[in-house]
């Protein structure tokens, strides 16, 4: 199963979450992007509006007021729709989770005690948990998915983000959560690594697992809202250059001609 963005509204209807709410501040977030974008091309209005030859280019140039500003004000809509979606269920991912926490932590605990036999260095005992755990929380979340209730639901669009983002950067993510509070630059005894153990066992790993898989899928979703802006703002940023360039040469050639004029008139 791979995660669908209209899942997401489907869950949130589901959880009794306001997706008017949601939809209205990411009216908000585009308001705010138009109206800024308009203000600061009315401050800088004499760059973009530099003298062009043809009356087709002038145009254009002040279509970029137009085209600029919606551009700003609908991509501000698209950033404000996945930010409060991801908000709304990073939210509703720890209250459901929460009660499996318990359970995955003791789980981990027990999972840990071979390889603290093992005498293994921080780095290599940080592999293997992660392993370890990966399994757990995929073979937890499973489990969790095929029931029928609310929270069922919320884990199966969990399982899906999951998926989504491959096995790799699952791993990734749970090491970086255990590199936090195990660091692989330092030298543990048998001891001071159980104490560790303990640390992560207490930490709601879980719901840490399932809130970083949200924030990561999500954060793809807003790095190319922002790849597809700057592709758009490509066009005007590229016409408006070629013009202060174009402007900047007929400038030189007729002081050019000017300072020949002068020298010739003495």
């Known amino acids: 199963m791979h995660f669908n963005i209209h899942d997401c509204y489907e869950l949130l209807g589901a959880l009794s979450l306001s997706v008017i709410s949601i939809v209205m501040w990411a009216l908000f977030y585009g308001f705010m992007a138009l109206i800024t974008s308009l203000v600061l091309m009315l401050v ?39 930010h409060n979606t991801e908000n709304e269920l990073k939210e509703a991912s720890a209250k459901y989770t929460k009660p499996m926490n318990a359970g995955f932590d003791a789980a981990i605990q027990i999972a840990a005690g071979p390889l603290l036999e093992k005498n293994l260095s921080p780095n290599d005992f940080i592999d293997s948990l992660s392993s370890r755990v990966f399994i757990m929380f ?16 919320l884990t199966g669009v969990g399982l899906g983000i999951t998926q989504s983002l ?47 898989q949200i ?34 040469k007929t400038t030189y050639k007729e002081s050019l001609s000017q300072s020949n004029a002068e020298t010739k008139e003495m």
């Open 44 to 82: 800088f209005k004499g760059v973009i509006l530099v003298k062009r030859k043809h009356t087709a280019l002038k145009v254009i140039s002040i279509i970029h007021f137009i085209i600029v500003p919606i551009a700003f004000g609908y991509f501000g809509f698209k950033w404000g729709l996945i």
């Open 138 to 153: 995929t073979g937890n979340m499973n489990a969790s998915s095929a029931k029928k209730s609310v929270g069922g639901k």
């Open 166 to 212: 491959g096995t790799y950067a699952v791993k990734k993510s749970i090491r970086e959560i255990l590199e936090h509070t195990i660091r692989t630059d330092h030298d543990y005894t048998k001891d001071m690594m159980n104490k560790k153990v303990a640390e992560i066992s207490n930490c709601g790993l879980f719901s840490k697992i399932a809130e970083m």
């Open 215 to 248: 924030e990561h899928f999500f954060c793809k979703m807003k790095r190319g809202v922002i790849i597809l802006l700057s592709i758009v703002l490509l066009f005007p940023i590229a016409e408006i250059s070629i013009a202060h360039i174009l402007h900047n």
